[in-house]
């Protein structure tokens, strides 16, 4: 990793802007819009459905969001490499603004979707390049500040988006969730268009294969250019196997000819995607984002992260009102506990990594996660509430040790012209990990639940007469199983996450000085 060049004094004074607590209150402010927006309306569906129709798609309202943040990120983050983040973020947050508005105007169950896309091109913008500057913000000592804040608004939206939406919907109307967005948006757009005061940059070498270099004395400021065709085939390719990820063995067979068509679309893409990038000048996914075992060893850490996550965040609380018995509100409880160690954890962190180091950290964390999941398939049936939430607490105290090294670590190897693009790689695959184990681990359950019941049905089927109350225990027993066998692929997966970063991963990052 000899060729990252060090960061100079200069360059660390220039990524702290003037009225940077302005900045961060607007970066704070901008992640929340993120952060609630699917918790948020997803308490409201019931109403959404009995105004505008369309039982049999609603699913879209979050499929569809989610694949447009996911496919953009790698794109936003090469745009804020070229031109800065202000103008990325400010067109990012703009869009979603509009999107918000569009959704709270939506005539039917179509028009909502296609305006809830639009509010995920916006999305992908947010997520990206907050994070970016966050790392812009603050040198390496500091940085653990803003990301454990960051973290924090996760954890609060997490657990007071239901509530409001729910709020919303019963006392207000449905649309008022898009319509709050619009004065937090607005308060966040002109912070940072007052505040945010990024200074004049060379723009990132045309060797998008190369890493940044240290400015020569008497060279010609380097002509912006961005890799449009790169960016629409990534888009192109990331949708159509994205779409396959969500809608296969839910709207068709994983082996019926639509699945069969758009997976063998998406690698044809994918081919496609490899000889544009190869061939432009200024890639927008650059080979050293895989190059370099830091970035790589992170991202698929990071994907893997993805993948677990699913378990706990789309099962359990299936577990906790099927299983247990419980309530809703009280299973939303049993999950959200990890909220509540997640960014506590996250922010004590430094103080293992800077004894230990970033991969010594992240190590610790995941390899306690993975005896966590695998624990989770011994507790008793039914059990008591408190056993599953005990785990979930302990969960969230060992992602956010293993998270927050992992990011911060990756974001200190490289300089500023190159923080946009591997912040947005690490996102992606964090991103991608996600969809591919809801479908995964879809998959899993709903096997395990044919194989106990005989084919009685899936998931969603026997949820339904659980809540009708028409389930004999032997569904309960079924129901149990599944999510035992879910929570063994979560462990797999977090497991996997162990042997990259200690095959894969420096014992050291390369860190920049500064």
Not at 90 to 113: D, R, V
Not at 284 to 300: D, E, H, M, S, Y
Not at 318 to 325: P, W
Not at 399 to 409: A, D, T
Request: hydrophobic residues 55%; glycine residues 10%; aromatic residues 8%.
């Amino acid at each position: 990793m000899g060729d990252i060049r060090p960061a100079t004094r200069e360059d660390a004074r220039a990524a702290a802007p003037h009225g940077r607590r302005a900045v961060v209150a607007a970066l704070m402010l901008s992640m929340a819009l993120a952060a609630l927006d699917s918790t948020v309306v997803s308490t409201a569906v019931p109403q959404i459905v009995g105004d505008l129709g369309g039982f049999s798609v609603f699913s879209w309202l979050f499929s569809g969001y989610l694949l447009a943040v996911t496919v953009t990120l790698p794109v936003y983050g090469k745009l804020s490499d070229t031109f800065g983040r202000k103008p990325v973020l400010i067109a990012g947050a703009a869009l979603f603004l509009l999107g918000s508005l569009l959704c709270a105007l939506a005539w039917n169950m179509g028009a909502l979707i296609a305006f809830r896309v639009v509010q995920g091109l916006g999305g992908g913008a947010l997520q990206g390049t907050v994070q970016t500057l966050a790392a812009d913000l603050y040198p390496l000592k500091e940085r653990p500040k803003i990301q454990s804040k960051l973290s924090t608004v996760w954890a609060v939206s997490a657990v007071a988006g239901p509530g409001l939406g729910g709020i919303l919907a019963a006392y207000a109307d449905w649309r008022w969730i898009f319509l709050v967005n619009l004065p937090i948006g607005a308060v966040a757009l002109w912070l940072i268009v007052r505040h945010l005061h990024e200074p004049r940059r060379e723009p990132a070498p045309a060797a998008g294969n190369k890493p940044a270099r240290a400015r020569g004395e008497g060279n010609a400021p380097a002509r912006a250019r961005v890799d449009w065709a790169g960016a629409l085939a990534v888009f192109a390719c990331g949708g159509v196997l994205l779409v396959a990820l969500v809608q296969g063995g839910v709207a068709w067979p994983w082996l019926s000819w639509p699945s069969l068509a758009l997976f063998g679309t998406g690698l044809a893409l994918s081919g496609l995607v490899v000889v544009v990038e190869r061939r432009a000048a200024a890639p927008i996914i650059p080979g050293w984002v895989w190059r370099r075992r830091t970035i790589a060893a992170v991202n698929l850490a990071l994907g893997a992260l993805g993948l677990l996550m699913v378990a706990p965040t789309v099962f359990l609380p299936t577990y906790a009102q099927s299983v247990l018995g419980l309530e809703p509100v009280t299973a939303g409880f049993v999950l959200s506990v990890w909220t509540l160690s997640w960014p506590l954890s996250a922010a004590l962190s430094q103080h293992v990594y800077r004894r230990i180091g970033f991969r010594d950290t992240a190590l610790l964390g995941i390899g306690a996660a993975t005896l966590i999941l695998f624990a989770f398939p011994f507790l008793p049936y039914p059990g008591a509430a408190w056993q599953p939430a005990l785990l979930m607490l302990l969960l969230g105290a060992a992602l956010g040790l293993f998270q927050l090294p992992l990011l911060v670590g990756v974001q200190s190897t490289v300089g500023w012209s190159e923080r946009g693009t591997t912040t947005a790689s690490v996102l992606f695959c964090r991103q991608t990990g996600q969809t591919i184990g809801a479908s995964v681990f879809g998959a899993v359950a709903n096997g395990v639940l044919a194989a106990r019941l005989s084919g009685a049905g899936d998931l969603d089927s026997v949820t339904r007469a659980l809540d009708a109350g028409t389930a004999p225990d032997v569904t309960r027993h079924a129901i149990a199983s599944a999510v035992h066998a879910v929570y063994l692929g979560a462990a797999c997966a977090a497991a996997l996450a162990f042997l990259v970063l200690l095959c894969v991963a420096p014992r050291r990052f390369p860190v920049l000085t500064e």
